[in-house]
C-alpha cells in the first residue's frame, strides 16, 4: 500500500521552489526536467498546429452560416467537437 504522505512529498506538494537553490531541480512526481515529452520533434508541433486550424476551420464555418442566416444548415448545427 501506497504511503499517501510519500506521495505527496514525491509530487512536490510539501516543498517550495526556490529559484536561488543549488543542486538538481526536481519537478514533481521526481522529474528533473519542467517539460518531458516531444518537444525536440517537429511532429508534435505539427499536430498541434493542425488541431489549432480544425478548430478554426470549424468556428468560422460556423460563424459563416449564422452571418448568412442559415441557422438550419449542418455547418451551423453541429456540435462543436473536442479534438
Same mark, same amino acid.
Given at each position: 500500500?501506497?504511503?499517501?504522505?510519500?506521495?505527496?512529498?514525491?509530487? &512536490? $506538494?510539501?516543498? #517550495?521552489?526556490?529559484?536561488? +537553490?543549488?543542486?538538481? @531541480?526536481?519537478? &514533481? $512526481?521526481?522529474? #528533473?526536467?519542467?517539460?518531458? +515529452?516531444?518537444?525536440? @520533434?517537429?511532429?508534435?508541433?505539427?499536430?498541434?498546429?493542425?488541431?489549432?486550424?480544425?478548430?478554426?476551420?470549424?468556428?468560422?464555418?460556423?460563424?459563416?452560416?449564422?452571418?448568412?442566416?442559415?441557422?438550419?444548415?449542418?455547418?451551423?448545427?453541429?456540435?462543436?467537437?473536442?479534438?
Amino acid at each position: 500500500m501506497v504511503d499517501p504522505s510519500f506521495s505527496r512529498y514525491l509530487e &512536490g $506538494s510539501s516543498q #517550495s521552489f526556490n529559484p536561488y +537553490g543549488a543542486g538538481a @531541480k526536481v519537478y &514533481g $512526481s521526481g522529474r #528533473s526536467a519542467p517539460n518531458i +515529452g516531444p518537444t525536440s @520533434k517537429p511532429e508534435s508541433y505539427d499536430m498541434r498546429d493542425r488541431l489549432g486550424v480544425a478548430k478554426r476551420n470549424a468556428m468560422l464555418r460556423r460563424l459563416k452560416a449564422g452571418q448568412r442566416g442559415k441557422f438550419m444548415s449542418s455547418e451551423y448545427l453541429t456540435p462543436p467537437r473536442s479534438y
